[in-house]
């Protein structure tokens, strides 16, 4: 059964802290990876990651894929209390033609002041 | 429109009712998808909408829920005969192809509390 395994399930850092959100997969038809912050309702898009090695980068976010070992981390680094929310990791499953995607249980991070 | 909106905001009902939940996806956009988010879980996939139709049912749980999708654009999703464990977020997407890796932008969702 294909999965999205993310970790820590929560986080609690200060702000100035750097952080490494991890999430690893198995997934037969692996296509993509996409990170989303969720702060209250709607995920807003971060990063989509298809090339190991490549690090993407927005600001104080960056992410990296391994394609050999299966795993993804998003950094923050020089933490703010409005980085505060749900991170999702999710996956695209090549399998179904459809673009769905599989999402782990996500990792809450709380920064404070 | 500009983004996604889905309608209700929040919805409480009682054991036993049906409820609809609307989603308004990104004008153009082809690729509609539903998920369901449980309290302290990631999302889960429902269903998933090319245009009007559905090729992608796997993730509805049971036969009470279902999904239309008119014009290409609006869909509603039905839940008949709502059970406590249907409380959640359900949370809408659109992507402009459907094509594997492509972004999905989502709505801010409804939350649904069973009674």
């Known amino acids: 059964e294909d999965k999205v395994v993310q970790s820590p399930l929560s986080l609690v850092v200060h702000e100035g802290d750097t952080v490494t959100l991890n999430c690893s997969y198995e997934?037969?038809?692996?296509?993509?990876l996409l990170w989303y912050k969720q702060e209250k309702k709607a995920p807003t898009f971060l990063f989509m990651l298809?090339?190991?090695?490549i690090e993407k980068k927005s600001g104080r976010l960056s992410s990296i894929l391994d394609k050999k070992e299966l795993f993804s981390i998003l950094n923050i680094t020089a933490t703010q209390t409005g980085d505060s929310a749900i991170y999702l990791c999710?996956?695209?499953?090549?399998?179904?033609?459809?673009?769905?995607?599989?999402f782990g249980q996500g990792t809450t991070l709380q920064v404070k002041p | 429109g500009a983004g996604v909106s889905q309608s209700p905001s929040n919805k409480v009902t009682e054991k036993g009712k049906d409820v609809e939940l609307r989603c308004d996806p990104i004008s153009g956009h082809t690729a509609l998808y539903w998920y369901r988010q449980s309290l302290g879980q990631g999302l889960e996939f429902l269903i998933y909408?090319?245009?009007?139709?559905?090729?992608?049912k796997s993730g509805l749980p049971s036969d009470r829920f279902s999904a239309e999708r008119t014009g290409g654009s609006v869909s509603t999703l039905t839940i008949q005969r709502t059970q406590q464990e249907d409380s959640a977020v359900y949370l809408c997407?659109?992507?402009?192809?459907?094509?594997?890796?492509?972004?999905?932008?989502f709505g801010p969702g409804t939350r649904l509390l069973v009674l």
């Open positions: 999710a996956v695209g499953d090549g399998s179904s033609n459809t673009g769905k995607l599989i």
């Open positions: 909408f090319q245009g009007n139709s559905a090729p992608d």
């Open positions: 298809t090339s190991s090695g």
């Open positions: 997934v037969t038809n692996f296509r993509s």
């Open positions: 997407a659109s992507s402009l192809m459907g094509a594997e890796g492509e972004t999905q932008y």
